[in-house]
């Protein structure tokens, strides 16, 4: 491990010093990323536009009805694409989940809500479609991390989102946010994702998801770096603090010592031992599985 450690450290501060916004695009993990262990299907159109649509990865001999792990990558609602996060795909399809990473539209093209309504019809095709290829309807768990963990929070906890495709919140069986913004208010760079004015500081419920709390939302895993200068960990810890008051179901998981991009660069292999993030949400998703089974 020290080893591992020792050879990876100068990648790691490589990464991070490239990284925009707190994330960055992670297309050099194809070259170590193994590509066996599945079958992908790409670029999957759920709605009409260029940039809705998405890639469907299988665990090879796995039996039909899996359960189903969404999972929206992050960049700041400006930056990203699916391809760049394979190595994010294999390690859920490692632990048995087939992954569904879609697109969704960036600022400057959209504005809020246009991305969250991206996420809404993705999961629209999730529910109608992944039977097709062995998933199971009714255990769709959402993934997001940074921008994308701010999407999944909002189609978790406001329901409108789906209502406007025609599910209710019981589409999603439970939801990990991974160094997501929930109670915030725009940086300036983030301002226009928003439309806001560069020097508008006025909260505006409508983009945080802690003003959705209802305490009747899927159950919600948090997990937070407490070393991150990107997304402060106290939206982590009042989310989880708004949710357990409103009578919800939350944990809340934090990492000393961990930064904004550890937390999802901890998916690929080589980099598991910078943060736990992939064990905690395989734990979380399949206790959830267990619960749901026991209702019924």
């Keep these: 491990m020290f080893k591992s450690l020792a050879i990876c450290r100068p990648l790691i ?49 796995v039996k039909s009805k899996v359960s189903v792990v969404v999972f929206f990558y992050g960049g700041d609602w400006q930056n990203g694409n699916k391809e760049g996060y394979r190595f994010v795909a294999q390690a859920i399809t490692s632990k048995g989940f087939i992954a569904v990473m879609p697109d969704y539209r960036l600022y400057p093209n959209v504005t809020f809500p246009a991305f969250v309504e991206d996420g809404a019809l993705a999961v629209r095709w999730v ?29 978790t906890l406001d329901k409108r989102y789906l209502q406007h495709v025609g599910l209710t919140r019981d589409a999603i069986r439970a939801t990990a946010g991974l160094s997501g913004p929930y109670d915030f208010v725009p940086s300036r760079p983030d301002r226009g994702v928003f439309s806001m004015s560069l020097n508008d500081t006025t909260p505006d419920p409508n983009i945080e998801p802690i003003h959705f709390v209802d305490g009747s939302a899927p159950p919600m895993l948090l997990i937070q770096g407490l070393k991150d200068p990107t997304v402060n960990f106290s939206n982590a810890l009042n989310l989880a ?24 660069l901890s998916f690929a292999w080589p980099f598991h031992w910078l943060a736990p993030t992939l064990r905690d949400m395989t734990k979380y998703f399949r206790e959830e599985e267990k619960t749901e089974a026991a209702r019924r």
Excluded: E, W
């Design 13 to 61: 501060i490589l990464i991070v010093t490239m990284a925009v916004g707190g994330c960055t695009r992670f297309d050099f993990l194809d070259a170590i990323i193994p590509s066996c262990g599945y079958i992908r299907t790409l670029n999957v159109p759920y709605a009409n536009l260029p940039r809705q649509k998405l890639d469907v990865y299988v665990p090879r001999h």
């Design 127 to 155: 529910h109608d479609n992944i039977a097709r290829f062995g998933g199971d309807p009714d255990r769709v768990f959402l993934a997001g991390h940074s921008a994308g963990g701010h999407i999944v929070a909002l189609l």
């Design 241 to 264: 603090a708004r949710i357990r008051a409103a009578g919800g179901t939350v944990r809340c998981i934090t990492y000393p010592g961990v930064g904004h991009v550890a937390v999802v």
